[in-house]
C-alpha cells in the first residue's frame, strides 16, 4: 500500500448522479454515528444536508455504531460498525475475550464488502484521529484503518471531512491514525491544530485545508425566553457538563481528575443558585448523564434543571434561550457559539481553545482539568458585562464560518464528484 497525500493518483471515478438513466452515485457514510454523541450526529447531519443539496440522487447509507437510531432519525439504509455486539464493553470473561478477537477478523471483511458497494465514503467530522479521551489502539483507530485500506485497495474514493486529530502517545494508536490519514483520498480539518498533528505524524499536509466545524452549517435557531422567566429578569444560564476523566495518557490519574472536575463544576453551580440564577444543565453524550445526576443531587435547588435535548439542534435552542454558557463538551460549545451565545469554555483539550481564539472568545477559557470555581466565577461575570460586544464578535464571525463552510462543500464535490464538475476531471486526466 503506497501513501498518497490529498486526491491525486486514486483511481476509481464515481457514476454520475442525475438523470438520463445514470446509475446514482453510491455514498456511504462512516463512524461512530447514532451512539448517543450528539457532535457527531450533528457532523453527519451537516453532511447528510449538503448531499440532498448538492447531489440530491445518491444513494447513500452509513456504517455506524447505532445503525437503528440512524435509521430512525435520519432516514437512510444503516449496517452496524461491528460484527462483535460487545464492542465496546471491557471482556473479563473468555466468551467475551474470544467474541472480541474474532471480531476484529470478521470485520475486515465485513469492511471491505461495504466499502466495496460504494463509490465515495465520507467520515464526517468527529475526532476520528485523536485520542484526547480515553481510546483503545483495536477499537475506533482499528476500525477507521480498515475503512481507508479497503477504500485504497478496492478504489472507493475515502474522505475525512473535517476532522480532529491530536498530538497521540500511545504507539499503535498513532500508527493506525497515521496510516488511517494517509490513505485517505481528502482530508480536510475543523482546525489548524489538526492538520498540524497529523504533519508531526508523518503525513503529508501540504494540500489539505482547513474548514469550520461541520456543525456551523446547521440551521441555526432563534433565541426564545422562557415562558416563565419573569420580564427583565436575569436569564438561565446553560452549564455544559461532561463525563470528563482526562485523556488517553490520564488514566492513572482518571479519578482524581474526574473529581476535581465535577467538585469545581458543582461549587460553581451552586454560586450561580446562590445569586439567584436558573441554571440549565446540557449534555452532549449519554455518558454525561451521571454527571448531571451529581450535581442535581448535590445542588438540591428548583433553579437547577437538566435538558433532555436528543440533537444538535436542541441543544442550539437551549444554548439560544440562555444569557450566558459555561460548557466542558467541545460541541456544547459549538452549539452555543454558532447561536451567538456569549460563551466560557471549560477547556479539556487544545481544539476548544482553538475554537474560542477561531470565534474571538480566547479570553474566555478555563481548564476542565483544574476547575477553580472562584476563579471561573469571576470570568463569567465578565463575560456577562462583555455579552453586547461579545454577541457581535460572534455574529461576524458566524457569517464568517458560513462562507468557508460553502468553500468546503465546493471542494469536496470537486474532490468526490468529477462527474459533476467534468472540468476537473479533465484537469485530473491531464
Known sequence: MKPESGVSGVSGVPRASGAGGETPVRVGVFGLLGSGNLGNDGSLEAVLGYLRTAHPDAAVDAL???????????????TRLHWYRGEYRTASRLGSMVGKGLGKFVDVLRTAAWVRKHDVVIVPGMGVLEATLPLRPWGFPYSLFLLCASGRLLGTRVALVGVGAAA????????????????????????TLSRDALRDMGVDTAHDEVYPDLAFALPTPSASASPEQPAGAPGPVCVGVMDFHGGNDDRARAEEIHRRYLD??????????????PVRLLTGDECDASVVAAILDAVDSPLVTASEASSLADLMKETAAADTVVATRYHNLVCALKAGTPTLALSYAAKSDALMARMGLDAYSHPAREVDPDELLRQFRELERSAPEVRRTLTERNLLATRQLDDQFTALTSALFPAAHPEHALRKAS
Open 264 to 277: 469545581g463544576t458543582t461549587r460553581f453551580v451552586r454560586a450561580l443558585v446562590e445569586d439567584g440564577r
Open 168 to 191: 497521540i502517545g500511545d504507539r499503535p494508536t498513532r500508527a493506525l491514525v497515521r496510516w488511517s490519514a494517509r490513505l485517505a483520498a481528502y482530508r480536510s480539518y475543523r482546525d
Open 64 to 78: 455506524c455504531g447505532g445503525p437503528d437510531v440512524v435509521m430512525a432519525r435520519y432516514r437512510i439504509p444503516a
